[in-house]
């Protein structure tokens, strides 16, 4: 076993018409940790989310998620998986408890097993106060937990979040952290996120990986990227300003020598 419980070799993809996202991604996630994708936008983040939850496919490339490969069908992948990507896919005409309940039972939980997960999610998300009312009627925040809490009722093994925390307001985005900070210690849950907030994958993630220009430009832990491009003791979002205009200025140079 490899200890890993994602594992990428250069995943590429090329849009038609569009851009090429990712042009040869290799990547290793290991089991229950949390996990921050750091990327400006173009850099790929959402294109290689979509293609380890198989909402996507690479043009090359392979990867696995608990040993199993993506190749050999979505299914087995998907039981191991939760995903909450940015484009909530929720029923704005159903209520919140029985969206939840809905979910268990296409899991196959059965009808008691099914309605003991959904009052244990919606009591850890804050939902018991919406809980009856339709998704359609919630806050922006109120949606993000939906969607999560959506993601969660088959136990996972990892967890996809593309953002999640936009639209909540601070109390309600400590209390989210809170809980997935939770579920990785005490249910080895593999977090595995993208944000926008660079003190969010300074405080909660562990392992790093930063995307540019559909390459992995950066590998290893939180703290190491942070002392390594701001000096000992530096934090996240110095290091990762020093990071981006370093490449930058590389790249400006590349140019500069193949004009001339």
Known sequence: ??????EARGLART????????????LDVPEACRFALLGANGAGKSTLVRILCTLSRADSGSASIAG???????????????????DTQIDPSERVRRQLEFQGRLYGLDAARSAERVEELVGRFGLGPVADRKAGELSGGNKRRLHVALALVHRPRVLFLDEPTVGMDPESRAAFWTEMRRLNAEEGVCVFFTTQYLEEAEKHGDELAVLDAGLVAYRGTVSGFAEAHSGPGGD?????????????????????????
């Not at 199993?68 to 940015?86: C, D, E, N, T």
């Open 236 to 260: 996240l979002e110095a290091g990762y300003l020093n990071f981006v205009e370093s490449r930058r200025a590389a790249a400006e140079t590349a140019k500069e020598t193949v004009d001339a």
């Open 1 to 6: 076993m490899s200890g890993n419980i994602i």
């Open 15 to 26: 849009y038609r018409k569009g851009p090429r996202a990712l042009a040869g991604v290799d």
């Open 68 to 86: 199993r490969p993506l190749s050999g069908g979505s299914q087995a992948v998907r039981a191991l998986i939760g995903v909450a990507l940015q």
